[in-house]
């Protein structure tokens, strides 16, 4: 090949990765809504190696149930990324440590789905906004994930878990998890694995939307948490929320 073709291949191939370069840090919808609506003061809940991108106008504290340390543990499979650091160690349904009306936006990317009482979840998130604060949610569709075999979590289960505390469901969770996520060949390995992650307190998608049952459960609080749904955006395989404390 002559000096001048690869002279012409190497132009072409550079002005192709620049193409791409391009494409990959595209702006997601996630990452163009952020700047509109998260501006002070704020918490990201749960964020580990994937947190929002924000704007300069915002100041984002990161909270988690551990410290880096001991999520590098919980999550041996993301010991090749780098996680944000901990700010406020404290569980994310419940931040206790975090004042009544002290935050202006609080983050919670894929967290909802982790939690096992989802509805008090919410509860501790306004309570913690200050009046006109924004709840910035990003949920996956059970359908397009790992979860898709999985049953639907019915409104009438998740208003149990708050009636009653979560705890009945709990180990009925895991068994559902672990039949159709790492769907064992046995009935002693399914075990094995259930009793593993409840002695750890293996963080799972303990329940599952699609996009309709999830509306069903926002629109069944708003009276109760007094708040707008601001945003409500499909994004591939997750649905994105905006909502903000009436």
């Not at 994937?50 to 999550?75: C, H, M, T, W």
């Not at 749904?229 to 404390?245: P, Q």
Request: charged fraction near 30%; aromatic fraction near 8%; hydrophobic fraction near 40%.
């Amino acid at each position: 090949m002559t000096a001048s073709l690869l002279g012409q291949l190497d132009r072409t191939l550079r002005g192709v990765w620049r193409c791409v370069r391009k494409r990959l840090r595209r702006p997601t919808v996630k990452d163009r809504l952020a700047p509109f609506y998260l501006r002070g003061r704020g918490l990201e809940v749960g964020a580990l190696h994937n947190p929002l991108p924000v704007s300069s106008r915002a100041k984002v504290r990161y909270v988690d149930r551990l410290p880096v340390e001991g999520l590098r543990a919980q999550y041996p499979d993301l010991r090749d990324k780098k996680l944000v650091r901990v700010d406020v160690v404290d569980d994310g349904e419940r931040l206790d440590t975090v004042g009544t009306a002290t935050q202006d936006f609080v983050i919670a990317n894929h967290f909802l789905e982790h939690c096992q009482d989802p509805i008090r979840t919410l509860e501790s998130f306004f309570r913690v906004l200050r009046p006109g604060g924004v709840l910035y949610m990003a949920v996956p569709d059970k359908r397009f994930t790992f979860d898709r075999d999985r049953p639907v979590t019915s409104l009438a289960h998740v208003l149990r878990d708050c009636a009653e505390g979560p705890a009945w469901s709990r180990r009925g969770h895991y068994e559902e998890y672990v039949a159709h996520v790492h769907r064992p060949e046995t009935a002693e390995e399914t075990r094995g694995i259930v009793e593993d992650m409840l002695a750890r307190s293996y963080s799972i998608h303990f329940h599952v939307w699609t996009q309709k049952e999830l509306l069903e459960l926002l629109l069944s609080l708003k009276d109760r948490l007094d708040f707008d749904i601001e945003v409500a955006h499909k994004n591939g395989d997750e649905f994105v929320l905006v909502l903000r404390k009436s």
